[in-house]
């Protein structure tokens, strides 16, 4: 029997609605190039995309159209996050710090038809003018009078045109499962593909992180995207902070610790979200600097495993929570988030650190399991397939990689352990084969982080005649701290079998970084990789 309940779609407009009708007078923070700060509310934000949805229905753009953007966290950018799914177009946010010929290749791909853009960006703009023949429509984020471009004459100006377009009265109706955004993955291992999410699967994500057990975002909270709105729909926040009437502060590129700290010290910020990397620069500025961060309740860390110095610098030094979380674009990206139960969150501080070096639990709405495996937690690590609400069913435009209804291989190494609890122990391409066995790069570098004034480290195998592969550390060491190869060697002795020990320890000033801010492995394969 069928129930009889009415059918509410689950659509990004919907939050939109929601947002502007309950929360009209919520502050949207956005910081702009010169550093200075524009101020607006939900209300704003929601006639400024209804006049951005008019405007691009006045071009043509069609539904199931796709409209690229290369921008940065602003408020002109979140206006397109709901303007371009709210009239049924595709908003396909393209990654800027991806190399050029990577981006005419993803905007040809993907067919998009108008990029809106950062100023920033004015000279890749040109270059996707000359190169993708399906762009028609080129808009710069931000006015003509601030950002004149004399030898583009039909260049729109995105604050001039929403000035003068009459707001959509209601926005166009759409089925839930329609297309609403696309994002390519970041290519760290193998070409670039798309993926494409729905209203629906948006919207479920954004209800399910916002959860009192996982994120547990309030309309007290104040909270910054440090995560690029390039990259996974900033992992789902602009829709999360929105839906839950939470204040959105966002930082623009700014995100270098003195920055960071001076954001969040003069809004309020009380939750923030981002990689590593971000996290190791706030904490060295903190350092140095002796700034505090009174009003910071908790940071989420993903895309890359937390080390245990963040969460002694943080959460033990500071009492600012650290909480992780696993995904990848694929999957939307929230999968788990390693909050606490209560009975953990009682234990000696010692084994709640260790706790929190896993990966977390899956969130309601995915399933995990380990291939050749069940789901039952296990302790033999494989490769970690994942199946949900929010995971991708195919790649966009590729045949024959459709995963309906089956697992979505994930190239992580993990294993599942009691309590749910996810354990990343490698990336498959990453893992490092010696005399026939496996070691786990990440375990490598945890260990590694523990060495008092270690920063960061990072193994990758180097190719070796007798062993195969052997394993070799670069090491980024904290500002001023003297550490030595012989007692990084002495502390992993500690804990590995004599062949696991890398032969060579390289110290580094700073590391490759990825599009999105990881540390690049492949690039130090390149430079590290000849011989151990
Ligand atoms: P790319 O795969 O192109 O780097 P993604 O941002 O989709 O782009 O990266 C997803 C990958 O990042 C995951 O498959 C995993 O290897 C890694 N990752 C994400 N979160 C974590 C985490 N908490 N710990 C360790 N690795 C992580």
Redesign the pocket.
């Known amino acids: 029997m069928r129930g009889q309940m009415m059918n509410f779609p689950l659509t990004i407009p919907s939050i939109l609605e929601h947002a502007a009708a309950n929360t009209p007078d919520q502050e949207i923070v956005s910081v702009e190039a010169d550093g200075s700060r524009t101020r607006l509310n939900f209300a704003d934000l929601a006639l400024c995309a209804a006049r951005a949805g008019r405007f691009m229905l006045d071009l043509g753009i069609a539904p199931g159209a796709r409209v690229a953007t290369l921008a940065w966290n602003t408020h002109r950018h979140l206006a397109l996050y709901y303007a371009v799914p709210g009239i049924g177009a595709v908003c396909h946010t393209i990654n800027p710090r991806l190399d050029p010929k990577t981006i005419v290749h993803i905007a040809a791909e993907a067919g998009d038809v108008a990029l809106f853009f950062d100023a920033d960006f004015l000279d890749l703009a040109r270059a996707l003018r000359d190169q993708v023949p399906s762009l028609r429509h080129f808009v710069l984020l931000g006015g003509a009078d601030a950002h004149p471009v004399a030898d583009w004459p039909d260049l729109l100006h995105f604050d001039d045109a929403v000035a003068v377009a009459p707001p959509l009265s209601a926005w166009p109706a759409v089925a839930e499962d329609q297309a609403s955004g696309l994002c390519y ?5 193998g070409n670039p593909k798309g993926v494409l999410y729905s209203h629906r699967s948006t919207v479920l994500h954004a209800l399910v992180c916002g959860l009192p057990g996982n994120l547990n975002i309030r309309e007290t909270d104040a909270v910054v995207p440090v995560v690029p709105m390039f ?2 729909n900033a992992w789902g926040l602009p829709y999360l902070c929105m839906l839950a009437g939470a204040r959105l502060v966002l930082p623009r590129n700014r995100l270098d610790g003195a920055s960071l700290a001076a954001l969040f010290n003069e809004e309020g910020v009380t939750l923030s979200v981002g990689v590593p990397t971000i996290w190791l620069g706030l904490a060295e500025f903190m350092r140095a600097s002796g700034t505090t961060l009174p009003r910071l309740e908790r940071l989420m ?6 080390s245990r110095n963040l969460i002694a610098h943080f959460e033990e030094r500071h009492g600012i929570e650290i909480l ?7 999957t939307s ?1 929230v999968c788990t988030i390693g909050t606490l139960r209560p009975a953990e969150a009682a234990l000696p501080q010692g084994e709640k650190a260790a706790l929190k070096l896993r ?1 977390g639990r899956p969130l309601y709405g995915v399933r995990l399991k380990i291939a050749d495996g069940t789901e039952a937690p296990g302790l033999t690590p494989g490769e970690l397939l994942v199946h949900g609400a929010w995971i991708a069913s195919g790649y966009y435009n590729r045949d024959g990689s459709d995963f309906q209804s089956r697992w979505l291989a ?3 190494i993990a294993q599942i352990e009691p309590g749910n609890r996810l354990l ?1 122990t490698d ?1 498959a391409k990453d893992l490092i084969k010696s005399g026939g066995e496996w070691i786990s790069s ?1 375990w490598l570098e945890e260990l590694a982080m523990q060495v008092d004034g270690v920063e960061s480290a990072a193994a990758i195998a180097v190719p070796d005649a007798t062993w195969g592969e052997r394993p070799m550390l670069i090491v980024k060491t904290e500002v001023g701290a003297a550490v030595t190869d012989s007692a990084i060697v002495a502390h992993l002795s500690g804990s590995l079998a004599k062949w696991q020990v890398p032969r060579r320890i390289v110290f580094v000033d700073a590391f490759p970084l ?1 599009a ?1 801010g ?1 540390i690049l492995k492949t690039e130090l394969r390149r430079r590290h990789g000849a011989s151990a």
């Open positions: 993955t970041s290519g760290t291992t990259h996974v860390v993903g895309g890359a495993a937390l992780q979380g696993w995904g990848m674009t694929e990206p990966q994930t190239g992580d990343l990336r990440a990825g999105t990881k």
